[in-house]
């Protein structure tokens, strides 16, 4: 998980693509990066931590010219280490070339292989890296060309940013499953992960890109270009569930809409189930909670504080950092818990070790039963499309039953939400419109089998 943000033809380029990095910096805070095109030369900075940290004003205003493309970064592949930090640029036989990527490219270690046998020299250990070298490799008249012989290459999910001097490119694989809108301010084209950065920078969305096409901005003009034919468009479902800002509108509803329906949803499966009141595990919980409360008429309450400068737990790489924060980021609210029977929503279980301290946490506190109801299905399968789900392994639903994850997390009632449910909330139709494969265990093209 990554987000990645471009803008073109503005003289604020480096400042506004600041601006939308730091809007979606909840895809990502390992490192951050701004690559701009001053005048036929890429200026870049790069540099681990957050946006707010890596970008001083002085930085900011050293990076001239008038597009830029950023990156922050969530390693998936390749370590936490500044030499895997993006944009990556590669000075070539093609000129200089930056480019930002989301996903994870399932064939990239076979591509490195045949790569180097022929060569090529890697700076990074980043799967990014593999795209610049077939590009150098099997060249075309033009970028977009290059592209278009290159792309079908790879296999996995990629959203790309790309960027030479007088161009800027996006694209997104065949299926579409990591997000890349287009929108515009002014005369400007801007290129995001998701929507609400382009609505905080200014701009309006204009369409989200199809899956297996690209967009070529250049002379102040945006051009579609298909690379690959149409594959079944699965979009990452995970993106609804929990990674999007609520304000973002993905495949044409807000999340915020999607995530309140999956609450009413959830009253309707547990529509026999009793409770004193219903609240969710801060943030993305909330949401499910009012949808639920609305539903089922049990009266919403916050039962947990949540301290918001710990970072997000569930996308910390490492596993001591991760239950330390856990641990300390939510605080229960007595008064509120005291006798009552919660429904308490959460948006995914997965190695159950969070949800143990949070049933723990709040049974401490005083609450008389605990009804744990996930606003997602189990997830029975790690994510090979650029997602830090897990190993089999530690996927507690791969081990356990729902009755034993149950007593492991100590609650009195476990409820997963359907996957039809799930589905029709976010506003698709099943195994269609989306990617839902760590639910399923079966994937959509070949990566991953
Ligand atoms: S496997 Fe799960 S997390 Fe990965 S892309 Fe598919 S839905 Fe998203």
Excluded: W
């Amino acid at each position: 998980m990554c987000g990645i943000f471009g803008i073109t033809d503005n003289k604020d380029a480096s400042k506004l693509t600041y601006v939308g990095l730091f809007t979606l910096q909840h895809r990502g805070q390992e490192s951050a990066g701004i690559v701009t095109d001053d005048g036929g030369t890429l200026r870049h900075n790069i540099g681990m931590g957050l946006v707010s940290e890596v970008f001083t004003k002085d930085a900011l205003e050293s990076l001239k010219g008038r597009s830029a493309i950023g990156h922050i970064r969530y390693s998936t592949t390749g370590s936490s280490h500044l030499k895997n930090a993006q944009p990556l640029v590669l000075d070539s036989v093609l000129g200089q070339v930056a480019v930002a990527h989301n996903g994870n490219l399932t064939n990239a270690d076979a591509l490195k292989e045949k790569l180097q046998k022929g060569g090529a020299i890697f700076q990074s250990t980043s799967d990014t890296e593999v795209i610049l070298h077939l590009m150098a490799k099997h060249r075309g008249r033009k970028l977009e060309d290059t592209l278009a012989k290159n792309l079908p290459k790879l296999e996995g999910a990629y959203a790309f940013l790309f960027m030479a001097p007088g161009i800027v490119i996006g694209a997104r694989d065949p299926n579409g499953y990591r997000p890349l809108v287009l929108g515009k301010i002014g005369k400007s084209f801007i290129l995001a992960s998701e929507t609400c950065a382009i609505d905080v920078a200014g701009g309006t969305a204009i369409r989200e890109l199809a899956p297996g096409e690209m967009v070529v901005i250049q002379g102040g003009k945006a051009r579609f270009r298909r690379f690959s034919p149409v594959k079944d468009f699965t979009r990452c479902i995970f993106e609804q569930v929990y990674f999007a800002r609520p304000d973002s509108s993905v495949a044409g509803r807000t999340v915020q809409t999607a995530r309140y329906e999956i609450g009413a949803l959830l009253a309707k499966e547990l529509k026999n189930v009793k409770a004193d009141i219903v609240s969710g595990v801060p943030d993305s919980g909330t949401v499910y909670a009012l949808g639920y409360s609305k539903e089922s008429g049990i009266p919403y309450q916050t039962v947990f504080m949540r301290n918001h400068y710990t970072g997000r737990s569930f996308i910390q790489p490492d596993q001591r950092l991760r239950e330390f924060t856990a641990h300390l980021k939510l605080a229960p609210i007595r008064d509120v818990i005291q006798g009552k029977t919660i429904i308490l929503i959460d948006d995914s279980l997965v190695r159950g070790t969070t949800s143990r301290k949070i049933v723990k946490s709040l049974m401490k506190a005083g609450a008389k039963k605990i009804i744990m109801a996930i606003a997602s299905p189990a997830i029975i399968s790690p994510c090979y499309y650029g997602i830090d789900t897990p190993n089999k392994g530690e996927l507690i639903a791969c081990r356990m039953s729902t009755e034993k994850i149950r007593r492991f997390i100590g609650a009195d009632k476990l409820h997963y939400l359907s996957l039809g449910s799930l589905v029709s909330a976010c506003g698709g139709r099943r195994d269609r419109n989306f990617c839902v494969s760590c639910f399923t265990g079966k994937y959509p093209g070949k990566g991953g089998l």
